[in-house]
């Protein structure tokens, strides 16, 4: 393999460690403030309880979650340093903001939520585990912002490296909605024009929502399966164990519904912001109205076609609302002027056809995960359907009962769901976004760096690897041991 390739399969796995943690610790720090809220209001010791263990719980994911967080950024300069320099600018400012404000108000009012028992007021407690969960929320904000400056770029203007006569060089704009060829990157980069329009771009609200909601279900399904655990096993902890885990499903439950939303909107979007990648998502090759949806199938990208269950005109429906509106299929994308700007040529109609596809992502691993993605979320949904049913029967976390005890069972198993559906949504997301590293400017191949070989970098995969296996099994293992100690009465 190139360089490029094992850079990206460095980058996918370091990033796909790291982002394990941060949804798990943000849905989590929500569950702290409700845990909290209910002592404050009930007095109730079970909750006090109940507080002090999730804490420690959440001060373990929230460290391993910095540690691979460093490693991820050292790639930055390691493998992609032509990235780094055509967006460093832009890149730059959200990352050091998360840094220097969310980062460390996190960190710092963490600590005062482990060590503040009796030495400060309640209500300045609960103001502490707050400030955690405003800190882990503004740090997805601003690594949100940033990432969808690279899904929709804007509030930017690139600017070129140019020598006078006399040697002495300076930076010109250039054109806007200039695609850089592969000479032109390395004297090139992006600068800030707008900062507002640059983080609040065309993509960031929906997709920092739909984020969010699913970091809520991932927190909220940790602490259900706890909680399960500790009713199946008939532990003293539950005392604490049933009226948390309520709070626990009603939080999924309206997680849910937000994801759900959300969800679609982000999806709906990407009409206007990236067809492309919508048309890889739903296999759509040839632009039609009445387009169907298929609800599983296998791409036959050579033909151009999709072998599986459709649902006719349900594709229309769900990004216009409507059956008359055509929706451009990638047979005709990206346009026909954009090729030409992007090659740098004055392609004929059948030049352009033929190098079309190497500006599609990999149409078959789109449209597999996006399916996989979705129907983890209705596994989700289903889930808390029956939890809510039990709950409105009065059965829930009853160990005489058959159905409440299958749900437990299910709810500890599917701690997993909300964090693979997020990996495969994530995933969706960069890999749908191919060939670009910044959409329609930089190319993904031209932003790898030139300097490491093939084998250095297969080399650091290895390391990483074994690296994140051990911690990994250390983490686990103190996790859970930490869950099977429980708490001392």
């Known amino acids: 393999m190139d360089v490029d390739i094992l850079s990206r399969i460095q980058f996918a796995l370091t990033a796909g460690f790291h982002f394990l943690f941060p949804p798990i610790s943000i849905g989590f720090a929500v569950f702290l403030v409700l845990v909290e809220l209910f002592w404050l209001r009930t007095g109730n010791e079970k909750y006090l309880k109940a507080c002090k263990f999730f804490a420690k719980l959440f001060a373990m994911i929230f460290a391993v979650g910095v540690v691979t967080g460093l490693i991820m950024v050292f790639q930055f300069g390691t493998n992609w340093p032509v990235y780094s320099k055509f967006v460093g600018d832009v890149f730059g400012s959200p990352l050091a903001i998360e840094a220097v404000f969310a980062f460390f108000m996190e960190s710092t009012f963490l600590a ?22 405003i800190g882990s929320h503004l740090s997805a904000v601003w690594i949100i912002a940033a990432n969808s400056f690279m899904q929709t770029p804007d509030g930017y203007r690139l600017v070129i490296e140019q020598s006078d006569n006399n040697g002495k060089t300076e930076w010109v704009e250039v054109p806007q909605g200039t ?16 900062f507002t329009a640059m983080a609040l771009n065309k993509s960031t609200i929906d997709r920092l929502s739909h984020t969010i909601s699913a970091s809520w279900l991932s927190g909220a399904f940790l602490a259900l399966g706890i909680c399960s655990y500790y009713v199946l096993r008939r532990r003293k902890e539950v005392e604490f164990a049933i009226p948390c885990g309520k709070i626990a499903l009603g939080f999924a ?219 990994s099994g250390v983490f686990c293992w103190l996790f859970f041991k930490k869950i099977k100690i429980g708490v001392k009465f």
């Not at 309640?122 to 955690?132: G, L, P």
């Not at 695609?179 to 707008?194: F, G, L, N």
């Not at 809510?388 to 599917?414: E, H, P, Q, T």
Request: glycine share 6%; hydrophobic share 50%.
């Open 112 to 133: 005062i939520v482990l060590f503040g028992w009796n030495k400060i007021s309640k209500k300045a407690h609960f103001f502490a585990t707050i400030m955690v969960c």
């Open 179 to 194: 695609v850089p060829t592969s000479e032109q990157v390395s004297k090139m980069k992006a600068e800030i024009t707008d």
């Open 253 to 471: 439950m309206f997680s849910a519904v937000v994801m759900l939303f959300t969800g679609h909107q982000s999806a709906a979007k990407l009409v206007d912001t990236q067809p492309e990648k919508l048309a890889a998502l739903e296999g759509h090759f040839s632009t039609e109205a009445n387009a169907p949806l298929y609800v599983f199938g296998w791409v036959d990208v050579e033909n151009k076609k999709v072998n599986g269950l459709k649902i006719p005109s349900l594709f229309n429906i769900l990004t216009h609302g409507d059956f008359s509106t055509e929706i451009k299929g990638l047979n005709d994308l990206p346009s026909n002027d954009f090729i030409r700007k992007a090659e740098n040529k004055n392609l004929t109609p059948v030049e352009i056809a033929e190098v079309r596809p190497k500006y599609w992502a990999p149409v078959q691993f789109c449209f597999q995960t996006f399916r996989i993605m979705v129907y983890i979320g209705g596994a989700i949904c289903l889930l808390i359907l029956i939890g809510g049913y039990l709950w409105i029967k009065r059965d829930l976390f009853n160990v005489n009962s058959k159905l409440s005890n299958l749900f437990m069972k299910c709810a500890m198993w599917s701690v997993l769901l909300p964090l693979v559906a997020s990996q495969v949504g994530w995933a969706v997301a960069e890999v749908g976004r191919q060939p670009w590293i910044v959409w329609h400017i930089l190319r993904t191949s031209d932003a790898v760096s030139t300097v490491v070989s093939g084998g250095e970098v297969l080399f650091s995969i290895i390391l990483f690897t074994i690296l994140f296996v051990g911690v």
